[in-house]
């Protein structure tokens, strides 16, 4: 089986959190098993 | 899921932007493997890396605005039976020493005994990640004893014993990026493409 997970990792220069959103699928079984938005900034 | 830029990565994006230089290496080595401890910005390695790592295709590319965004992708494919739970990228394809805790630690011991002593660097200081506390190995018996400063790196140190059989993780080059995850179990032959994306906005 094949799987992807995409990362995505947002890194703010403003003052307004923004949304960290990962989330991993797999190709053969179609589904988001981890999902969730976290302020981050630096 | 739990994803951070490290402590050594902040600085250097911060000495970038004063002019004091960027000092990392591109970060484009992958490594993946089943450390059980949430990321934090004070890892200095993965918890627990499974083989070699594998170097990542990068490329920069335009999410919001032109050039905003750092795009490492890479595949790997399993050789066994395995619950992958993190991931990290590294500026080094050199792999990391990993031995184990011959014995637990409690929270106020400076000795640690290991197995796998003799694939450690015999150059001290080094740092090595113990769960989610960095240790400072200042020196060693020869043979199966790493005599440490506690709570290196930022880290904290455990409140409670950490137990024997945990690995111990000598980073090669600096980890840059790191994500845990809940358990993703592969069979043997399963791939695993990661595409992993640093936009600054």
């Known amino acids: 089986m094949q799987y992807t997970m995409n990362i995505n990792l947002v890194e703010s220069g403003s003052t307004q959190p923004v949304s960290e959103i990962n989330s991993y699928t797999a190709v053969d079984n179609f589904a988001t098993l981890g999902e969730e938005s976290v302020p981050y900034s630096i | 899921m739990n994803t951070v830029l490290t402590s050594t990565t902040r600085s250097s994006l911060v ?7 960027y000092s990392l290496s591109q970060p484009k080595y992958l490594s993946w493997g089943t450390g ?15 083989g070699p790592s594998i170097t990542g295709t990068v490329s920069t590319i335009s999410t919001v605005t032109s050039g905003d ?9 399993s050789s066994s039976i395995l619950s992958v739970t993190e991931v990290g990228l590294f500026t080094s394809q050199s792999s990391p020493a990993v031995g184990s805790l011959s014995n637990q630690v409690n929270p106020t011991d400076t000795t640690i005994t290991i197995s796998g002593y ?7 200081p080094f740092n090595v990640q113990v769960s989610s506390e960095v240790m400072t190995v200042l020196s060693g018996n020869g043979s199966n004893v790493f ?9 904290s140190k455990s409140t409670s014993i950490i137990p024997a059989l945990t ?25 695993m493409l990661f595409n992993i994306q640093i936009q600054f906005v």
Do not use: E, H, W
């Not at chain 2, 059980?36 to 499974?50: F, H, I, M, Y």
């Not at chain 2, 003799?118 to 001290?124: C, I, L, V």
């Open chain 2, 15 to 21: 000495n970038a932007i004063t002019g004091s230089g």
């Open chain 2, 36 to 50: 059980v401890s949430p990321a934090l910005p004070t890892d200095v390695a993965l918890g627990n890396p499974n």
């Open chain 2, 69 to 77: 965004t750092y795009f490492c992708t890479g595949t790997f494919t």
């Open chain 2, 118 to 124: 003799s694939k450690f660097s015999t150059s001290f």
């Open chain 2, 147 to 155: 005599y440490v400063t506690r709570a290196a790196n930022g880290s």
């Open chain 2, 167 to 191: 690995p111990v993780v000598a980073p090669s080059g600096n980890m840059f990026m790191k994500s845990t995850f809940s358990g993703m179990t592969l069979q043997s032959g399963d791939s």
